[in-house]
């Protein structure tokens, strides 16, 4: 029933920008605290950010001042904006939700930094 979605990968330029959105359904979105993930092949999966739900961030060292994560309750959706992408962020991204000590994962969007 819970569905996460994500979308917004792609191929950009190193220096370049992407928004990635995990929109959700089959939950009460304000209740959730949202994540964002990466995996990189042979890696193993990383967290990002985090985003609560009274809207506390947190980032990983790897990205942080370059990548920002919000949200927007009326839509259901958590977003990541990435910019400054560097070919090691090259991975596939997940959006994770929580609720207490249950977690909902979506299929996970492709993100590629090549020159």
């Known amino acids: 029933q819970v569905q996460l979605v994500e979308s917004g990968g792609g191929l950009v330029q190193p220096g370049g920008s992407l928004r990635l959105s995990c929109a959700t359904s089959?939950?009460?979105?304000?209740?959730?605290?949202m994540g964002w993930y990466r995996q990189a092949p042979g890696k193993q999966r990383d967290l990002v950010a985090t985003?609560?739900?009274?809207?506390?961030?947190n980032y990983a060292d790897s990205v942080k001042g370059r990548f920002s994560i919000s949200r927007d309750n009326t839509k259901n959706t958590a977003y990541l904006q990435m910019n400054s992408l560097k070919p090691e962020d090259t991975a596939v991204y997940y959006c994770?939700?929580?609720?207490?000590?249950?977690?909902?994962w979506g299929q996970g969007t492709q993100v590629t930094v090549s020159s």
């Open positions: 089959g939950i009460i979105f304000s209740f959730l605290d």
């Open positions: 994770k939700a929580n609720r207490n000590w249950r977690a909902y």
């Open positions: 985003i609560t739900s009274d809207g506390s961030t």
